[in-house]
């Protein structure tokens, strides 16, 4: 069912490419079928209409995240290009679950949830897209009215042993790892939406390339012109390895404060800031190569590279007085060993002494006990910059002071 389409490696860029193409192509892995998108932009501009560039998003968590700014911000260079961004808000296919990436079936949420998130999605695409030159969909608008007879002629149209082509569902397959049939449906009901919505071009990630190529075969099934798809690498997270996610705690959020966002940036692993600065700082592209360049030759020293990083990704998403002001409590806290002007309070009781470890738990949000304590021994918490050695201290010794856990974590005792 998938089509055999050859690969154009973007990176990898065509000869003599115009340069209204280029931003469109930029960070693109996957631009199939080959030419076909230079084409499909052809006929659109002697048609006089825009390209209709689908993206859908599944309205399964409140936060959007640097991880899907990269797809949002071609949505934009599209958008910005004179083309139609179609954003498909997936609140049926988020009661089914996207099989992506996952292990395990994913817990089907509630239509008051889809609807909560919907809105905490499109609050927060607008730092990113223009909301008032979009058209905005739900797939329950098509999906909800198929009935059990479309679901039926949906479910003809592919085989299981197509379906578990997908990487994901092999895996689970091979592991007898349990897979519903609703989730073998997913990528049947993702690719529907291209022909509901005559989709010319379907961006994602790379873990959608073969949910894409499926919404291609579906319009050839339904007698329209396939789509076209493009891929985007997935941006690692913040530990540097696994793709950014909230669910790994390793991501950052795109209306997470100035001073949070220049920090977490900040505490990336050298080797993923080529990828960031590419996928994430929004600088163009020329700065981009040439700060990747450099950061490669030598020429340019890690920690100098990641405070411009930082800096962008900061203002982006903020201003540049905020970046600035992100910039210079960073510098204080860090290079200069001072404590945050508006460390928040935390009231003591009344008993004499108090556990070390118990306070870490109640207001530094470490896990357990056990796991301060390894803090604890390991020299990560401090009592007014002074490593804490003990478990137990006077309530006296503490209160008024500010304790800390590792690089960005305070909290000020006071008495309750």
Request: glycine share 8%; hydrophobic share 45%.
């Amino acid at each position: 069912m998938v089509s055999r389409v050859r690969t154009a490696r973007a990176g990898i860029l065509p000869d003599g490419m115009s340069d209204h193409l280029r931003p469109l192509l930029r960070n693109a892995v996957d631009v199939l079928p080959e030419g076909a998108l230079e084409r499909r932009l052809a006929e659109a501009e002697a048609a006089g209409r825009p390209l209709r560039v689908k993206l859908g998003v599944d309205p399964t968590a409140g936060s959007v995240t640097l991880g899907w700014s990269v797809v949002l911000s071609k949505l934009r260079a599209f958008q910005d290009a004179g083309h139609l961004p179609v954003l498909i808000i997936g609140d049926f296919t988020a009661r089914v679950g996207d099989p992506s990436g996952k292990s395990k079936t994913r817990p089907m949420l509630t239509p008051e949830q889809i609807a909560a998130n919907e809105a905490d999605y499109l609050r927060q695409f607008a730092k990113i897209l223009d909301l008032e030159r979009i058209e905005l969909r739900h797939n329950s608008e098509w999906l909800g009215e198929l009935g059990a007879n479309g679901m039926l002629e949906l479910a003809s149209r592919s085989t299981l042993a197509q379906i578990l082509e997908r990487d994901d569902f092999a895996k689970r397959y091979a592991a007898h790892a349990p897979i519903s049939l609703q989730e073998l449906m997913y990528p049947l009901l993702q690719g529907y939406d291209s022909v509901a919505i005559d989709a010319d071009l379907e961006i994602g990630g790379t873990d959608q390339k073969f949910n894409l190529l499926v919404g291609r075969d579906l319009q050839e099934q339904w007698g329209k012109p396939p789509q076209s798809i493009m891929t985007h690498e997935l941006l690692v997270g913040t530990d540097g390895t696994q793709k950014m996610s909230q669910s790994l705690g390793n991501y950052i959020g795109v209306e997470d404060e100035p001073a949070d966002m220049y920090g977490k940036t900040m505490s990336i692993p050298d080797e993923a800031m080529p990828m960031w600065f590419r996928l994430a700082s929004g600088l163009p592209e020329d700065d981009v190569e040439a700060r990747v360049a450099a950061l490669a030759a030598g020429e340019l020293e890690p920690v100098e590279a990641k405070r411009a990083l930082a800096w962008a990704i900061t203002a982006r998403f903020h201003d540049d007085a905020a970046a600035e002001d992100a910039a210079d409590a960073f510098r204080q806290q860090f290079a200069e060993h001072r404590v945050p002007d508006d460390v928040r309070e935390a009231a003591i009781g009344p008993e004499p002494m108090v556990h070390v470890p118990a306070l870490l738990v109640d207001h530094l949000g470490v896990a357990s006990r056990g796991e301060a304590r390894r803090l604890i021994a390991g020299g990560a918490v401090r009592l007014d910059g002074e490593a804490v050695e003990e478990l137990d201290l006077p309530r006296d010794a503490v209160i008024g002071r500010v304790l800390q856990r590792g690089r960005r974590d305070f909290v000020r005792l006071v008495a309750g």
